[in-house]
């Protein structure tokens, strides 16, 4: 994959306005939308259990995130999810939190013992607590730890046998063989809530016009990640609401010339 393929895929997304049906948290459900909207997808919330598995038989991917939640949630999810995989309609899923309470951790083991996932997004902590191993949580952030992200990827993937995206200062992208590691984002993500989140919603638009996951995810971390850089440079000295605002108008006005001029990623294999 190189930088050629990520513009490709961005231009599909905003031709073809993938619909990506998202069953997510209250925290964050405007700004997902909102971000989705401004890269070029179509985004729809339809969490109710009576038509969680309808909505996914129409969408180009089905995102699952378990920031807020509860039993009904969790129904949902699995009602979808199931509906997804029916008809191979991709699904990306985020541990929101995974580790940090038991409810939490089994309630991210049952959905993925239960939906066949494609891409699994979060941090450290999160992927580690999924796959059984421990690493510090808090709250819903990943704490201190000596432990190697890519290594982590990459034994996540070859367990859940799934794409597994870790984001942090570096975001790596595994299926378990090949790697990829993104360069590109600001420590400002970390200041705006959501970011997250809706990072996991534009992998799933982007996977929703590439059948290559592992290269949906990369290509999806390292514009986001650009688009970051970018917010930064418009708001610098301004603070966390400008930078805010100013990210959701690059989601939408980042093109070609950013990503080849930005753009950073390498491939371990």
């Not at 598995?53 to 969408?59: R, V």
């Not at 009904?72 to 929101?96: K, R």
Request: aromatic share 4%.
């Amino acid at each position: 994959m190189d930088k050629n393929d990520v513009c490709k895929m961005l231009q599909r997304i905003r031709d073809e306005n993938p619909l990506v049906h998202n069953i997510t948290n209250t925290v964050v459900t405007n700004f997902t939308a909102n971000g989705l909207l401004a890269v070029g997808a179509s985004p729809v919330m339809a969490n109710a259990p009576e038509e969680a598995a309808d909505m996914a038989k129409i969408a180009s991917s089905l995102v699952l995130n378990i920031g807020t939640l509860n039993g009904q949630t969790v129904e949902s999810m699995i009602l979808a999810g199931m509906s997804a995989n029916e008809l191979d309609v991709p699904v990306i899923f985020d541990p929101v939190g995974a580790g940090a309470t038991r409810f939490r951790t089994e309630s991210a083991q049952t959905i993925m013992s239960k939906v066949k996932v494609a891409v699994i997004r979060g941090n450290a902590a999160e992927i580690a607590n999924v796959i059984g191993e421990k690493w510090e949580i808090k709250g819903v952030d990943a704490g201190a730890s000596e432990g190697n992200v890519l290594t982590l990827a990459t034994e996540a993937a070859r367990k859940l046998n799934c794409i597994v995206v870790i984001t942090g200062k570096e975001d790596v992208a595994s299926d378990g063989t090949t790697s990829y590691v993104v360069a590109n984002g600001h420590p400002l993500l970390t200041k705006v809530t959501g970011t997250g989140c809706l990072l996991t919603s534009v992998i799933g638009a982007f996977a929703g016009v590439e059948k290559d996951v592992l290269k949906a995810s990369t290509a999806a971390l390292m514009f986001y990640g650009v688009a970051a850089e970018k917010a930064v440079e418009k708001t610098y000295g301004q603070g966390t609401g400008s930078f805010q605002i100013e990210f959701l108008n690059q989601l939408s006005l980042v093109g070609d010339k950013d990503l080849y001029r930005m753009g950073s990623f390498k491939i371990v294999q």
